[in-house]
């Protein structure tokens, strides 16, 4: 069994569903309420964790109930918690999501996940360096990402770094990580706004791996685009779709997969994932997966 490592961000998700989105200035009554536990980091590593890896998580929560829930949920799906800090001071990282029209939008508040830093990683860098795959995002400081990047290129550890939200990144950000997966809109915000994807794709054959939602995934092979369809279902909750995408690559990648037949599990996995409210809830096993 292949291990992936993640090193990022854990949060509580406080989850609003409403057949309508509420403009500025105004009120609308919704459906339901629930507190789920999220962060990318977390629900990457749940995704992993499920879908045949074994997976270990990295990052910091404040010394409350939400971190509490956070790290006994974790443990609950055998991801495992020893090298996630609690930290005073700090609240543990909490999202607002709004489901409403067939969409989500988030507002994240870190907290403790930026006390994700350098010491931490020092602390816990043989753990990063037993990794078949790190798996990272941008919800934790830009400099601790950069400096485990570094770290994982000196070592010969493959990172598969999943950029959002969204940052310019620099050159060495992108030639350090193995795989690299925005979306469109992502795709433009880390490459710089003003370039050419498509050019900037066949630059990085077989990294720049870019979701485009219901319409499948795409990359350059090193001989032509592929465009790998998506699975259609019944949406329900596309919260944390791309979290199982990611996890679920990482997972078919360290258990040995070649890159197409990864991103055609990882499709699979996140098309079911969108069937069932919340990011991690709607997660499959292999075996859910196998008998989907
Ligand atoms: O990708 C979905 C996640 O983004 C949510 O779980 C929320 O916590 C935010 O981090």
Redesign the pocket.
């Known amino acids: 069994m292949g291990k992936v490592v993640v090193v990022g961000?854990i949060?509580v998700?406080m989850v609003f569903t409403s057949e309508k989105r509420p403009k500025a200035g105004e009120t609308v009554l919704g459906n339901s309420f629930s507190l789920i536990p999220?962060?990318?980091g977390a629900?990457q590593a749940v995704a992993a964790g499920k879908l045949g890896a074994e997976s270990v998580m990295i990052g910091c929560v404040g010394s409350d109930s939400n971190g509490e829930f956070s790290i006994d949920n974790l443990k609950s799906v055998n991801v495992g918690t020893d090298c996630i800090d609690i930290v005073n001071g700090v609240p543990t990282g909490v999202?607002n999501?709004i489901v409403a029209e067939n969409d989500n939008s988030?507002i994240?508040i870190p907290g403790a996940n930026y006390e994700a830093n350098r010491d931490v990683i020092d602390k816990y860098k043989e753990v990063i360096l037993s990794a078949d795959m790190v798996l990272m995002q941008l919800?934790i400081p830009l400099e601790t990402v950069e400096y485990v990047l570094e770290l994982c290129k000196k070592n010969n550890v493959k990172v598969l770094l999943n950029p959002?939200p969204a940052v310019e990144l620099s050159q060495s950000a992108i030639e350090s990580a193995s795989y690299i997966t925005p979306n469109e809109h992502e795709l433009k915000i880390i490459l710089g706004k003003n370039c050419d994807t498509e050019e900037e794709m066949k630059k990085y054959p077989n990294k720049l791996i870019v979701t485009l939602g219901s319409k499948g995934v795409k990359y350059f092979d090193g001989n032509e685009m592929k465009l790998i369809p998506s699975n259609k279902v019944e949406v329900v909750d596309t919260?944390?779709a791309?979290?199982t995408f990611c996890g679920a690559l990482a997972a078919a990648l360290v258990n040995g997969s070649v890159l197409e037949e990864a991103i055609r599990f990882a499709n699979k996995a996140a098309a079911y994932a969108i069937t069932k409210l919340g990011?991690q809830s709607g997660m499959p096993t292999l075996e859910q997966l196998k008998n989907n």
Do not use: L
Request: hydrophobic fraction near 35%; avoid cysteine; charged fraction near 20%.
């Open positions: 961000s949060n998700d999220g962060g990318k629900n999202a999501i988030i994240v919800e959002a919260t944390g791309g979290d990011a």
